[in-house]
T-cell receptor, first 114, second 118 residues
Framework: KAGVTQTPRYLIKTRGQQVTLSCSPI?????VSWYQQTPGQGLQFLFE???????NKGNFPGRFSGRQFSNSRSEMNVSTLELGDSALYLC?????????????FGQGTRLTVV | AQKVTQAQTEISVVEKEDVTLDCVYE???????LFWYKQPPSGELVFLIR??????QNEISGRYSWNFQKSTSSFNFTITASQVVDSAVYFC???????????????FGSGTRLSIRP
């Protein structure tokens, strides 16, 4: 079966712009989580969506937001981009909740803010 | 608070050597899950193992083995007869059951970069 698909794979944006990243989970998976990976902070939890509801949120500013659609696809939006937002953004797909079974990760979207 | 510590930032060994990656975790909950993920240069996280807090039995999968010890809050990962293809960053992670102290998320360690030299 198809894996987790994240688009786009690479993005270059300018400070102050906004960006939307997309994640299509594995068919049948209802939980989608987002993580930010940077060399300095490592892998940090952004938020988790389940059945179109945000179930949990990490310690990120309000510029980071997301949503989930009825087909479980999820989008993540970052507004007013800052240089520090440059990172690899990973999406994880799981059946019910992220620790219940293995979470499958996409290849990520590498965002560069210049 | 939840925390996962991988004290080894980088490890480099010669091919065919055995190597152990250490992982120490902190949690207040009695029910939790531990994971190991591999991140090759391509970027995606590849699931290796999931272990719940009630199952301390060690596990072996081919050249990979895991040693879970609740008494020391450790969940170490050993690669036997390492190969160049094992070169990657390895992450240990912790997840608690939703409805307890935190909701559904994975807490990752900082990762160990493993280099296997030919």
């Amino acid at each position: 079966k198809a894996g987790v698909t994240q688009t786009p794979r690479y993005l270059i944006k300018t400070r102050g712009q906004q960006v939307t990243l997309s994640c299509s989970p594995i068919s049948g998976h209802r939980s989608v989580s987002w993580y930010q990976q940077t060399p300095g902070q490592g892998l940090q939890f952004l938020f988790e969506y389940f059945s179109e509801t945000q179930r949990n949120k990490g310690n990120f500013p309000g510029r980071f937001s997301g949503r989930q659609f009825s087909n479980s696809r999820s989008e993540m939006n970052v507004s007013t981009l800052e240089l520090g937002d440059s990172a690899l953004y990973l999406c994880a797909s799981s059946l019910a909740w992220v620790g219940d079974t293995e979470a499958f990760f996409g290849q990520g979207t590498r965002l560069t803010v210049v | 608070a939840q925390k996962v510590t991988q004290a080894q930032t980088e490890i480099s060994v010669v091919e065919k050597e055995d190597v152990t990656l250490d992982c120490v975790y902190e949690t207040r909950d009695t029910t939790y899950y531990l994971f190991w993920y591999k991140q090759p240069p391509s970027g995606e996280l590849v699931f290796l193992i999931r272990r719940n807090s009630f199952d301390e039995q060690n596990e072996i999968s081919g050249r990979y083995s895991w040693n879970f010890q609740k008494s020391t809050s450790s969940f170490n990962f050993t690669i036997t007869a390492s190969q160049v293809v094992d070169s990657a960053v390895y992450f240990c992670a912790l997840s608690e059951v939703p409805g307890y102290s935190s909701a559904s998320k994975i807490i990752f360690g900082s990762g160990t970069r493993l280099s296997i030299r030919p």
